[in-house]
């Protein structure tokens, strides 16, 4: 059974996926939230296997709990709820380390699927909001050029590349790959070089297009 801790500012939410996770009999959610300021203390007296989050919300939206998760030290994967319409939101969660997004109307089927492979050490992007966020990535020509002939990525750069897309900093790689940090971090650059990009969110979001990564 998959524990879940869900924040959400509208009950009625709340409580229609509560009611629908419990269907499941595979996931439980263990407590829940009405905006981001108390999900550091519930994720510490709940440990929750997945945190269900909501990016728009009063007090404390989504981008700031994630960015309080990760300045606590916390690694609970996130899965985020979005709507289309939260394009920029979406893109400032995955380079805060969300481990999936997935649309508030999904089913109820690809929601377990989605929060078991999260606390398997997964990640789930629905593929049809990655293929609107390149969209609107690629809508400044400036900031994002696809290269004519991508270089291929070796398996050290492949595995540094799943890590970047878990979240984890230059930091955290080093010390999963037993690397000194500046060599991480000239691996990481070498990436964004391959891959034609300037950060590492369109490096994550290019990699899951181009099935690199998953």
Known sequence: MHKVLLVDDQKLIRDGITSLLALSGKVAVVGE?????????????LQPHVVLLDLSMPVMNGVQTLAALQQAGICIPVLILTTFDEHELVLKSIA?????????DVSLDTLVQAIATLAAGGSWFAPN???????????????????????????KEL???????????????AAALYKSEGTVKNQCSAILAKLGVRDRTRAVLLALELGLIS
Do not use: H, W
């Open 129 to 155: 909001i990655t293929e609107r966020l390149l969209g609107s990535v690629r809508g400044n020509k400036t900031s994002f050029t696809m290269p004519v002939q991508l270089e291929p990525l070796s398996d």
């Open 96 to 104: 805060l380390g969300a481990r999936g997004f997935l649309l508030k």
């Open 33 to 45: 939230c009405a905006d981001g300021s108390g999900v550091v203390n519930a994720c510490i007296t």
């Open 159 to 173: 595995e540094i590349l799943q890590l970047m897309a878990a979240g984890y900093s230059n930091k955290e790689i």
